[in-house]
């Protein structure tokens, strides 16, 4: 598993971006609108409604992961 950067949009719950610690973090999160949400790696709990292999296509594509949880520990 990758080791990912996650980031919670404010406002909206549940929508999270994550972004593997070796790639640049994407434009749209910055601006105070995400906030950040802590690490995901092989140790470090993950949202019940992350996706590994919807993850790793999406990284290949966009370089990073949105998703929306109801994991209550990253809403």
């Known amino acids: ?5 996650l980031f919670r949009l404010n406002g909206i719950d549940g929508l999270c971006c994550a ?3 070796s790639s640049a973090v ?3 999160v910055g601006g105070g609108r995400w906030s ?3 690490r995901l790696d092989e140790g470090s709990p993950r949202p ?3 996706d590994d292999r919807a993850a790793d296509t999406a990284v290949r594509f966009n ?3 949105l998703f929306q949880t109801v994991d209550p520990r990253f809403a």
């Open 1 to 5: 598993m990758r080791r990912y950067n």
């Open 19 to 21: 972004v593997p610690e």
């Open 26 to 28: 994407p434009s749209f």
């Open 63 to 65: 370089g990073f992961y």
């Open 36 to 38: 950040f949400g802590g």
């Open 48 to 50: 019940l409604d992350f």
